[in-house]
């Protein structure tokens, strides 16, 4: 394998697109990798949104992140990353800085503490040709130099810096609810292995998370592939079958201990899970009982 070329190899380049935008701003520029890069650990004082041109890479923080063309990468101050690659990496990056004494920057700063876990890691979204033409759009005010130039590049970039908070917050925010939902599902289960003696419908499961009662299920089947109420069955079957061995409670009483309605329909889930009715479970744990 190709020795990999280090930081501040020749391979690396960067140039400075454009220089003195307007604050936050002040710089964008394209960077270069060859194939077979492998940078140092580094960081900035500023933000970094990258937006990646040419790439099959990782970008390496305190994890690794699998970067691609067409990504836009949001990297916080301060945090350690650098690039890993077998091939050419080509990007551009957009630098700005808040400042902590400014107040109007302070709603902004906000957002991107929430998509970076303040600070702790890199955020990663999929581009849009749109940000890109934004990006020659502001180079093109810059090379025309007309009459208010600047200006028209500072809105331009502003409006391409909050595109990507929207995605990325509300993408951010998708993921974060998903995860309460997921700690929910697992409130949900210690509550079904505790109360399978009770009554419990989809409608209490769904109360229970505070969740439509099909929205619960469609989200409880995506992540566990069985249904609440067949899980909460299968629980009961589980606790029925060590009942089944005591030879002096009736399958009714059993029935009515782990929280089916009747013996009939008790029947008839046990027999849909393990092919049998209760009263041949009961026998077939009596005739292994007296082999032993």
Known sequence: MKKRKSYTSPDSSKLLIIDNLPEPFFCIRENTHKPYFCGEKHSHFFYQIIFTIKANCILETTQEYKINPCNVIIIPPLLPHRWISQDNINFHTFNFNLHHDIEQWSELKQYLDFVTNNHQIIYIVKSE???????NKI??????????????????????????????????????????????????????????????????????????PKYCCYLFKKKFKITPIKLLNNIRLKKAKILLRDPNIKIKEIAFMVGFNDEHYFSKICKKITNK????????????YSLK
């Open 277 to 288: 009715t209760p009263k041949k479970l009961r026998e077939q744990f009596f005739i292994q």
């Open 139 to 212: 180079k093109e005010e810059y090379n025309n130099g007309l009459l208010g130039y600047k200006y028209m590049a500072y809105t331009e970039a502003f409006s391409m810096l909050f595109e990507i908070l929207r995605i990325a917050v509300a993408s951010r925010t998708a993921t974060y609810k998903n995860h309460q939902i997921m700690n929910k599902f697992d409130k949900a289960i210690w509550y079904l292995e505790n109360n399978y003696s009770k009554n419990i419908t989809l409608k209490d499961i769904g109360l229970l998370l505070n969740l439509d």
């Open 129 to 135: 040709k749109n940000q890109l033409l934004k990006i």
